[in-house]
């Protein structure tokens, strides 16, 4: 679905239905491995009824009451008064008391998924948001945008999680340190002493690539593999595989930009959608247009503005949550 929602339709009390199945896609997105997977998923089911995509598009406008609200559902006997009171008309209250009753009548299988969403982890980011750390150790860590990781260092091991998003791992300033460094995925675990790399997790596999030093990767089955710099490496299920460079150079975020290669429209715009708020879709007349080039992530409404620079397309913004590229007319 392209365009703006039907006035018939807005001005219409949604479903229940409808509420609650955007409500499941929103905390499926919270704690997607792979946020740009579930964004093309959301998109499918916006581009399905008209009331679908005005049901996302006004739970976008709740992301703040929802995480004070979602940290309130560790007391489930406060959750629901809380949400009540998060609400300032009859249609906010309505779609918060449906998201304290899916989160509730879905049993301990719910609170698993609070206990691992990104708000408990010791660090995080949110959308369009980079975050530097220097650790204990001297090691530095950088998180990209909506990305969660644990930290936990003992006698033994300096130990990191990432639960979602992107990491980069700098420990060649703490070598002097005895206990190896490992960084643990859904797929699997690198271990280091001195290396400087990158983990992005996506909802199927874990991406790795080493820029300098040696890493030890280590699969779920138990499989090892030495990787060097300069070396890009798959976790997923079946194991570990190496990965030639795509369209998209994966450390170029740690510096602000977003640096591409003979991309499709589609792919640059989906990897863009990850550090805005709001749902950018692309007009599949134009979905397989290329571009390649240099682009700064701090101010991706701006990155947007300028495509139709380079590119035979338009720019259109329905409302602040819904943009649009399209063949230019």
């Not at 009390?13 to 946020?35: F, G, K, M, N, Y």
């Amino acid at each position: 679905m392209t365009g703006d929602t039907p006035a018939s339709v807005a001005n219409t009390p949604l479903p229940d239905s409808v509420v609650r199945a955007a409500i499941h896609w929103q905390l499926r997105l919270e704690t997607a491995s792979d946020s740009q997977l579930v964004r093309r998923q959301i998109l499918s089911w916006c581009r399905r009824a008209p009331e679908n995509a005005l049901a996302w598009q006004q739970l976008g406008t709740l992301q703040q009451e929802l995480s004070a609200s979602l940290d309130a559902l560790g007391q489930p006997e406060l959750a629901l008064p809380v949400l009540q009171r998060a609400g300032t008309d009859l249609q906010r209250r309505r779609t918060l008391k449906l998201l304290a009753a899916t989160l509730m009548l879905a049993g301990p299988a719910g609170y698993t998924v609070h206990q691992h969403s990104p708000w408990r982890s010791d660090f995080t980011t949110g959308t369009g948001e980079r975050r530097t750390l220097e650790l204990a150790d001297g090691s530095r860590v950088m998180l990209n945008t909506n990305s969660a990781l644990d930290v936990a260092f003992d006698t033994d091991w300096r130990q990191l999680t990432l639960h979602q998003g992107e990491v980069m791992v700098d420990t060649l300033g703490a070598t002097s340190d005895p206990r190896p460094l490992r960084l643990s995925c859904d797929f699997g675990h690198c271990q280091t002493r001195g290396s400087r790399f990158v983990v992005r997790q996506h909802e199927h596999h874990a991406q790795v690539g080493v820029e300098q030093g040696r890493l030890q990767l280590l699969g779920m089955g138990g499989r090892g593999q030495e990787a060097g710099a300069g070396e890009s490496w798959r976790l997923d299920h079946q194991g570990i595989s190496r990965t030639v460079d795509g369209a998209l150079e994966p450390a170029a975020w740690t510096r602000g930009m977003l640096v591409v290669d003979d991309i499709r429209l589609a792919e640059f715009a989906a990897e863009l959608a990850r550090y805005r708020h709001g749902y950018l879709g692309v007009d599949q007349q134009v979905a397989n247009l290329r571009l390649s080039g240099v682009f700064q992530l701090d101010d991706p409404d701006a990155l947007l503005a300028d495509l139709p620079l380079v590119l035979p397309i338009e720019v259109r913004s329905r409302t602040r949550w819904w943009t649009t590229l399209t063949a230019r007319t």
